[in-house]
């Protein structure tokens, strides 16, 4: 058997690493950032008869164009989106890289202000597209000036925004997009992963395409909508966007069972988001329990925090896993990324922190 090292891979990806958090089997995971509620039941029971029905004709192609999914996308979304505005994928991911195939590529480059999102990174990677990054001010904020200056240096391609920012929780105003839009030549990408657990008040950036025919917002319902597992990602966007995205994508690449899935959790919209504002007390909680711990719980409009104040991130994560809590360890010295789950995987995070804490 070959290594990795011996096939002709492009220059590119060699060293490289796929992505991937670690996938261990413990009593309480709160490292990927998922809903950790399970979906209702009448959502789970028309969700599975949708299934049933598209198993009938799975003989059949699906629609390529998945009308009525689209559809239901923008009646979720609002702001008078009609069916052109909206796109989807197996999951946002994907989303992402049709932008990067459509819109990057050789010769071309993209910004990002880190610490983010990993995957755009490594979306450029794959695309050959170059990234670029920029940063970000103090704990990890971002201003329209900061924004404005970055793109204004390096003429990205593509500028991507996090908002809320992953790893960091960080939220993004409206003023920082409109900052990028009006200073980028090229495409902006507003990656709204987590808008539904925004606590700050500030309205998504869906609201600022109009008259923009540049700006793309991406959405998932993998956090919110507890759909995980389904990998649905959607874009809200002109329509032009929509057309060059057809050029890219795979024929046939939302299968019939995503599409009856996604349709049936989307019918069940306020059932499968009432698990939202139980998930934001429980990172409330999470945060007064870190500054009550002497730690420093970053500001955030997410499922998740980072946290510092840590002496050594590495020894504090492995306290924890042998506690059988598992968190993230992002790589940034002293901190660790946490996700809210239910009121019982809180406490056990809680407690075994406060252990571990108490130890020291």
Not at 23 to 38: G, Y
Not at 49 to 68: H, M, Q, S, T, W
Request: charged fraction near 20%.
């Amino acid at each position: 058997m070959s290594n990795l090292e011996d096939l002709p891979i492009r220059d590119s990806l060699k060293g490289r690493k796929p992505y991937g958090a670690p996938q261990l089997h413990v009593h309480v995971a709160l490292n990927v950032n998922e809903n950790t509620h399970r979906i209702p039941e009448a959502a789970a029971l028309d969700i599975v008869g949708r299934l049933a029905a598209a198993v009938l004709n799975i003989n059949r192609y699906p629609d390529r164009e998945f009308v009525d999914l689209r559809a239901a996308l923008a009646d979720y979304l609002g702001h008078d989106l009609a069916v052109e505005n909206v796109w989807a994928a197996n999951g946002s991911n994907e989303v992402l890289q049709q932008i990067f195939m459509a819109f990057g590529g050789t010769g071309r480059s993209v910004l990002g202000f880190d610490p983010t999102y990993s995957m755009y990174a490594l979306l450029g990677q794959a695309t050959d597209t170059r990234y670029i990054s920029a940063g970000r001010g103090d704990r990890y904020e971002l201003t329209p000036e900061i924004v404005r200056a970055a793109i204004l240096e390096h003429k990205p391609d593509i500028v991507i925004l996090c908002s809320p920012n992953n790893p960091t929780g960080t939220p993004l105003s409206l003023e920082c997009i409109e900052a990028a839009y009006e200073a980028t030549g090229g495409i902006l990408v507003v990656d709204e992963a987590y808008a539904e657990f925004a606590s700050s008040g500030e309205p998504s950036a869906i609201t600022l395409l109009p008259g923009r025919e540049r700006l793309m917002v991406s959405r998932t319902m993998s956090k919110a909508f507890a759909f995980a597992g389904a990998r649905l990602g959607y874009l809200a966007a002109d329509p032009a966007v929509v057309d060059a995205l057809r050029l890219v994508r795979l024929p046939y690449h939302l299968s019939a069972f995503t599409q009856a899935a996604a349709e049936g959790a989307l019918a069940h919209a306020d059932e499968m988001l009432a698990t939202v504002e139980d998930i934001k007390m429980q990172r409330d909680r999470i945060v007064d329990a870190l500054v009550s711990f002497g730690l420093d719980p970053y500001r955030t409009d997410t499922n998740f925090i980072l946290f510092g104040g840590l002496k050594d991130s590495a020894e504090a994560f492995e306290a924890l896993l042998a506690r059988g809590v598992l968190v993230r360890n992002m790589g940034i010295p002293g901190t660790l990324r946490v996700s809210a789950g239910t009121v019982d995987e809180t406490t056990a995070f809680l407690t075994a922190l406060e252990a571990y804490l108490n130890e020291g």
